[in-house]
């Protein structure tokens, strides 16, 4: 299983430039229109009379992590943590303030998604971001920032404007990153195992990990995978689909044109967001555009909580990264990832074709929540994952029929529709 060369034919046996460089332009221009414009979902300017379900501001885009833990009142410890291949990890810290019966509780580390970070668990502020209510529960947590996101871009040898820094997909965040972070909370906290909750990308990642270095199975008590981004296949936005069709045309244009990264986090998209999305009574472009990505719910986001995610995402990702996504697309399995040439995929994998991850290893004991009408992953693949782990716990379906994948971290109910479930279920587990 060879990925097509630049200017070769694709998979489909259709040339790479079957739309033109019209067509091909157009889709790179949606990839930074998806990722770049519509999180701010229509919003500009000032909010007006419009209040927000949450105990946010507009401030809080402009912050870091560890400054939102601060300002809403939680201690914050920054850690960093050096992979064996030498990344440079930050981990953020709400260590526990609650002592007495909770003490004994494990850790829980939060793992975010493609082209976000750690903030991700604090974007809708306390009382309603996960990483808050589970400090308030006595929780010591974790946030981890994978390679190549605004927090974590050092290297103990690679600068990160080289392509050799770039030269990872999440394979390399599963394998390295997580390992080395699990190590590090073990460490500190004095503990053996932790609970881990991954969003997206961040089930990708621990998939990974615990099949192809099942030794850190024993590690985690319990895994909480919000909208598992294993298998992507029956995806039903038209965008990802064009970019998994076109994926070895824009990673060739990436390529020719040295952008080993994609989408770097910058101050100043926060206003160029603003003022490309102004405030109108009814839904804007960007509204529409970036629900062709993750699925439509009109009535279920916050205005000011997407307002607030746009400060922060994209975050910066790298092209394999996204190229690895579009090859599971592509060729319907968990695998690590294609190279161009089979004799590439030979001295890496001994075989033609990469090797599919074996779920069979994953033995942590894993809780699902899904939404039906998430656009990125479908309920069915949800269910071919859940069909091949040894230990499922439960598999859940977000109650609000548009519950989109966006919505696992910015949605008005969010926290009544998943979150306190999954503390409930922590709970129960008394550990």
């Given at each position: 299983?060879?990925?097509?060369?630049?200017?070769?034919?694709?998979?489909?046996?259709?040339?790479v430039?079957?739309?033109?460089?019209?067509?091909?332009?157009?889709?790179?221009?949606?990839?930074?229109?998806?990722?770049?414009?519509?999180?701010?979902?229509?919003?500009?300017?000032?909010?007006?009379?419009?209040?927000?379900?949450?105990?946010?501001?507009?401030?809080?885009?402009?912050?870091?992590?560890?400054?939102?833990?601060?300002?809403?009142?939680?201690?914050?410890?920054?850690?960093e943590?050096?992979?064996?291949?030498?990344?440079?990890?930050?981990?953020?810290?709400?260590?526990?303030?609650?002592?007495?019966?909770?003490?004994?509780?494990?850790?829980?580390?939060?793992?975010?998604?493609?082209?976000?970070?750690?903030?991700?668990?604090?974007?809708?502020?306390?009382?309603?971001?996960?990483?808050?209510?589970?400090?308030?529960?006595?929780?010591?947590?974790?946030?981890?920032?994978?390679?190549?996101?605004?927090?974590?871009?050092?290297?103990?040898?690679?600068?990160?404007?080289?392509?050799?820094?770039?030269?990872?997909?999440?394979?390399?965040?599963?394998?390295?990153?997580?390992?080395?972070?699990?190590?590090?909370?073990?460490?500190?906290?004095?503990?053996?195992?932790?609970h881990?909750?991954?969003?997206s990308?961040?089930t990708?990642?621990?998939?990974?990990m615990a099949?192809?270095?099942?030794?850190?199975?024993?590690?985690?008590?319990?895994?909480?995978?919000?909208?598992?981004?294993?298998?992507?296949?029956?995806?039903?936005?038209?965008?990802?689909?064009?970019?998994?069709?076109?994926?070895?045309?824009?990673?060739?244009?990436?390529?020719?044109?040295?952008?080993?990264?994609?989408?770097?986090?910058?101050?100043?998209?926060?206003?160029?967001?603003?003022?490309?999305?102004p405030p109108?009574?009814?839904?804007?472009?960007?509204?529409?555009?970036?629900?062709?990505?993750?699925?439509?719910?009109?009535?279920?986001?916050?205005?000011?909580?997407?307002?607030?995610?746009?400060?922060?995402?994209?975050?910066?990702a790298?092209?394999?990264?996204?190229?690895?996504?579009?090859?599971?697309?592509?060729?319907?399995?968990?695998?690590?990832?294609?190279?161009?040439?089979?004799?590439?995929?030979?001295?890496?994998?001994?075989?033609?074709?990469?090797?599919?991850?074996?779920?069979?290893?994953?033995?942590?004991?894993?809780?699902?929540?899904?939404?039906?009408?998430?656009?990125?992953?479908?309920?069915?693949?949800?269910?071919?994952?859940?069909?091949?782990?040894?230990?499922?716990?439960?598999?859940?379906?977000?109650?609000?029929?548009?519950?989109?994948?966006?919505?696992?971290?910015?949605?008005?109910?969010?926290?009544?529709?998943?979150?306190?479930?999954?503390?409930?279920?922590?709970?129960?587990?008394?550990?």
């Amino acid at each position: 299983m060879a990925v097509a060369r630049c200017g070769n034919a694709m998979p489909s046996g259709k040339s790479v430039h079957r739309h033109g460089p019209v067509g091909l332009a157009l889709g790179i221009c949606l990839v930074v229109c998806v990722v770049t414009v519509p999180l701010v979902a229509g919003i500009g300017g000032a909010f007006g009379g419009y209040e927000s379900v949450f105990a946010i501001d507009e401030e809080d885009g402009l912050l870091e992590s560890s400054e939102l833990i601060r300002k809403y009142g939680y201690p914050v410890e920054h850690h960093e943590v050096t992979t064996t291949d030498g990344y440079v990890l930050t981990l953020t810290r709400i260590p526990p303030t609650m002592r007495s019966n909770v003490s004994s509780l494990l850790p829980v580390l939060l793992v975010h998604g493609l082209f976000a970070s750690s903030a991700d668990f604090l974007l809708i502020g306390p009382n309603n971001s996960l990483a808050y209510l589970l400090a308030d529960r006595g929780r010591d947590v974790w946030l981890v920032d994978l390679r190549g996101n605004r927090y974590s871009r050092r290297h103990v040898h690679l600068p990160t404007n080289a392509k050799a820094y770039w030269d990872f997909s999440w394979h390399e965040m599963g394998y390295y990153d997580l390992p080395a972070t699990i190590d590090h909370v073990l460490q500190v906290t004095a503990t053996r195992r932790l609970h881990y909750v991954g969003y997206s990308q961040g089930t990708t990642v621990f998939s990974v990990m615990a099949s192809s270095r099942p030794e850190y199975n024993d590690k985690i008590a319990r895994m909480y995978a919000l909208s598992p981004a294993v298998y992507v296949q029956r995806v039903r936005s038209p965008i990802f689909r064009w970019l998994a069709e076109n994926s070895v045309a824009v990673k060739c244009l990436l390529d020719a044109l040295e952008m080993w990264q994609v989408l770097p986090h910058s101050p100043a998209q926060y206003m160029l967001q603003r003022s490309l999305c102004p405030p109108r009574p009814t839904r804007s472009i960007c509204v529409h555009i970036v629900e062709q990505l993750v699925g439509p719910n009109p009535n279920g986001t916050d205005p000011l909580a997407q307002h607030v995610i746009a400060g922060h995402n994209p975050s910066g990702a790298s092209s394999k990264q996204l190229l690895h996504f579009a090859q599971l697309n592509r060729f319907g399995r968990f695998q690590q990832f294609a190279f161009e040439r089979e004799e590439e995929n030979l001295a890496h994998y001994g075989t033609k074709q990469p090797p599919a991850y074996n779920l069979s290893a994953v033995t942590v004991p894993i809780v699902i929540y899904y939404g039906l009408n998430d656009w990125m992953i479908h309920p069915a693949n949800v269910m071919r994952l859940a069909s091949e782990l040894p230990h499922l716990v439960s598999m859940t379906a977000v109650e609000d029929r548009y519950f989109n994948h966006l919505d696992f971290i910015a949605a008005k109910r969010v926290r009544a529709l998943v979150y306190d479930k999954l503390l409930d279920d922590l709970a129960r587990l008394n550990l």
